[in-house]
């Protein structure tokens, strides 16, 4: 489904990370994050749903397709294009990232991905905002597949963005001597998190960075993007921070999953992009 941009007002994004869904049929927690999600859709319209991993319980779950099926089930309610990356809970059962990669079958709506590019069982892809009335492109979101675990006491509990990850993204087609407001997502966050937080400017830390030990250079390929402007993860439920560390926002989703830790009120990140500026904002869903 493309994505349009109106110049009237901003291209509207909701942010939902971490739900920690154990199988179908759902348990009283779970209930509760389908059901406020499934209000936030009747409520609130958006441009774009963007779930930025941490989506099942995988070690719990022996065979996730059905609770895959009825989850992505709730968007059918909207016309709304949606787009998924994973995170290091999502896999940690008997099944694989191309596997619950194909579940996405199930969404109605699912954005346009392009420039696709899989390396290490890891999808990476760009997803292309085009403006409604000149069929310009406006924006682009750039989407990795940050992994799971290492799996080598050298590299420490979480793997790293590899190597051709970032070769991917230096090499894109994209114009960047045109500017634009250009943002991405990830759900481990990237070292730089670390420094990020000493220029907090909105929003809470409540725990430590939860981000790789290895820096393989990320972000400084960021940097190089003058149109790159804002950085989105998710993973550290008690994190819903909204940084800028050397002209990027390094901003953390809001935890929407009841069935997990965290004292963080559950919610969603609304992010609104405008011709020229991003904005960001932690919104808790209501309490009935």
């Given at each position: 489904m493309q994505l349009l941009s109106k110049k009237e007002h901003p291209f509207r994004i909701c942010q939902l990370t971490d739900l920690h869904l154990d199988p179908y049929p759902f348990s009283v927690a779970d209930q509760e994050t389908i059901s406020k999600i499934q209000r936030l859709l009747a409520s609130t319209k958006f441009d774009l749903i963007m779930i930025t991993g941490d989506l099942i319980w995988g070690k719990h779950s022996a065979d996730p397709?059905?609770?895959?099926?009825?989850?992505y089930a709730i968007f059918d309610q909207i016309n709304t294009p949606v787009a998924v990356t994973y995170g290091n809970h999502d896999t940690e059962g008997l099944f694989d990232r191309e596997t619950i990669r194909s579940?996405?079958?199930?969404?109605n709506?699912?954005?346009?991905?392009?420039?696709?590019?899989?390396?290490?069982?890891?999808?990476?892809?760009s997803l292309q905002i085009v403006d409604h009335d000149?069929?310009?492109?406006?924006?682009?979101?750039?989407?990795?597949?940050?992994?799971?675990?290492?799996?080598?006491?050298?590299?420490?509990?979480?793997?790293?963005?590899?190597?051709?990850?970032?070769?991917?993204?230096?090499?894109?087609?994209y114009d960047n001597s045109v500017p634009r407001v250009d943002l991405g997502f990830i759900h481990i966050p990237i070292p730089e998190y670390a420094e990020a937080k000493n220029f907090i400017f909105d929003g809470q830390i409540a725990e430590p960075i939860g981000s790789p030990e290895i820096n393989s250079g990320l972000f400084y390929s960021l940097l190089?993007?003058?149109?790159?402007?804002a950085i989105f993860a998710g993973h550290d439920h008690d994190n819903n921070f909204m940084?800028?560390?050397?002209?990027?926002?390094f901003v953390y989703g809001n935890a929407s999953g009841f069935n997990t830790y965290g004292k963080i009120k559950r919610g969603y990140k609304q992010?609104?992009?405008?011709?020229d500026h991003i904005t960001s904002k932690n919104i808790p869903f209501p309490d009935n």
């Amino acid at each position: 489904m493309q994505l349009l941009s109106k110049k009237e007002h901003p291209f509207r994004i909701c942010q939902l990370t971490d739900l920690h869904l154990d199988p179908y049929p759902f348990s009283v927690a779970d209930q509760e994050t389908i059901s406020k999600i499934q209000r936030l859709l009747a409520s609130t319209k958006f441009d774009l749903i963007m779930i930025t991993g941490d989506l099942i319980w995988g070690k719990h779950s022996a065979d996730p397709k059905e609770t895959m099926k009825y989850f992505y089930a709730i968007f059918d309610q909207i016309n709304t294009p949606v787009a998924v990356t994973y995170g290091n809970h999502d896999t940690e059962g008997l099944f694989d990232r191309e596997t619950i990669r194909s579940y996405e079958s199930f969404i109605n709506h699912p954005a346009d991905k392009h420039q696709r590019f899989i390396v290490h069982d890891l999808e990476n892809y760009s997803l292309q905002i085009v403006d409604h009335d000149s069929g310009k492109l406006s924006h682009v979101i750039y989407v990795w597949d940050s992994g799971a675990y290492s799996n080598d006491d050298r590299f420490g509990l979480y793997e790293p963005i590899s190597r051709e990850q970032i070769n991917w993204f230096e090499k894109l087609p994209y114009d960047n001597s045109v500017p634009r407001v250009d943002l991405g997502f990830i759900h481990i966050p990237i070292p730089e998190y670390a420094e990020a937080k000493n220029f907090i400017f909105d929003g809470q830390i409540a725990e430590p960075i939860g981000s790789p030990e290895i820096n393989s250079g990320l972000f400084y390929s960021l940097l190089k993007d003058a149109n790159f402007k804002a950085i989105f993860a998710g993973h550290d439920h008690d994190n819903n921070f909204m940084a800028n560390y050397r002209g990027i926002d390094f901003v953390y989703g809001n935890a929407s999953g009841f069935n997990t830790y965290g004292k963080i009120k559950r919610g969603y990140k609304q992010i609104d992009l405008y011709e020229d500026h991003i904005t960001s904002k932690n919104i808790p869903f209501p309490d009935n």
